[in-house]
């Protein structure tokens, strides 16, 4: 025999109203966090502001800080996609610096920088983030490239800090580590003649 029907019973203004003060924003939180967010109905509850995820403790107060960093690191990956230097520098800090290919690169050298690296798409995962007090951050976040012209790869990491600055989280570094088909792991190959040298004041 079949189970006689569930009715679903309408939800009353009580739940309605619950429900209605969640924007897409708390929705998103929620779901990538693993944290239900206060609602109304918490009134003179204790919040709880630690969940565990993956094995280890998740503050629910820096949820807000993760989402603006993978955002700023996904404009990143996009702005190198689309050769788009100007998007590519404005997630940079003041100061920022990128390292690869034996050399460390000031904000002033991303131009030729970013025009002379092959074109393709940056595919990257979501980083693991690790907050050093309120305003600073680090990170680490695979990277996949994929030539535009023949579709070769190449692998690795960035490792990366990350500052708050007045616009919002920046990155303050980022350096790149290749993984090799020999198994080795390296910066990239010094003095890459297909590479721009730094500007010594710029990267200083």
């Known amino acids: ?66 989402i603006e960093i993978e955002q700023m690191l996904a404009r990143y990956a996009v702005g190198m996609t689309k050769d788009d230097v100007e998007e590519v520098v404005s997630v940079f800090a003041p100061g920022g610096t990128y390292s690869a290919f034996g050399e460390k690169y000031g904000v002033a050298d991303f131009p030729e920088l970013v025009a002379a690296a092959p074109k393709g798409v940056f595919s990257v995962s979501t980083p693991a983030i690790t907050f050093d007090g309120e305003d600073a951050a680090r990170g680490e976040q695979p990277l996949c490239f994929v030539a535009q012209t023949d579709h070769s790869m190449r692998i690795g990491y960035y490792t990366d800090t990350y500052t708050r600055t007045p616009h919002g989280w920046r990155l303050q570094t980022r350096a790149m580590t290749f993984l090799r088909r020999s198994g080795a792991r390296d910066s990239g190959r010094p003095h890459d003649p297909r590479r721009p040298a730094p500007r010594r004041t710029s990267a200083s």
């Open 1 to 66: 025999m079949l189970p006689p029907p569930v009715r679903c019973q309408p939800a009353g203004p009580e739940r309605r109203a619950a429900r209605s003060h969640k924007t897409g924003f708390d929705v998103e939180v929620e779901l990538r966090s693993g944290l239900r967010l206060p609602r109304p109905e918490d009134a003179g509850r204790t919040p709880l502001t630690r969940t565990r995820r993956g094995g280890r403790s998740v503050d629910g107060s820096r949820i807000a800080d993760i």
